[in-house]
């Protein structure tokens, strides 16, 4: 089993591989260690707009990849975050089994 850090980022790369590619660049760009003066605020205003999940253009989309770019400078964060999407993923393939 990989450490729970290289599980998150494998999922973080599976995950950007299925946006829509100018978001894709974005997210990469955004991840990048000289960017965390833009990522911070990014992270923020995506976890916003995905508790505002009811507004037009707005969605529950944004939740995941503000907390994605919020956990690339908070290691516990990032911690929880491998832990969650470890679960979800054995859950999702019970789903997918039956």
């Known amino acids: 089993m990989p450490p729970p850090h290289q599980a998150f980022d494998d999922f973080v790369l599976r995950t950007f591989a299925r946006l829509p590619k100018s978001l894709h660049h974005a997210m990469a760009w955004l991840r990048h260690p000289s960017r965390r003066g833009v990522r911070l605020p990014a ?10 999940w009811f507004l037009p ?5 944004m939740l995941p990849l503000g907390l994605i770019l919020l956990a690339e400078d908070i290691p516990p964060l990032k911690r929880h975050l491998a832990r969650a999407v470890t679960w979800l993923e054995a859950c999702w393939k019970r789903v997918r089994r039956r």
Do not use: D, E, K, S
């Open 43 to 52: 992270a923020l205003l995506l976890i916003a707009g995905g508790v505002l």
């Open 57 to 61: 253009l707005l969605g529950f989309w």
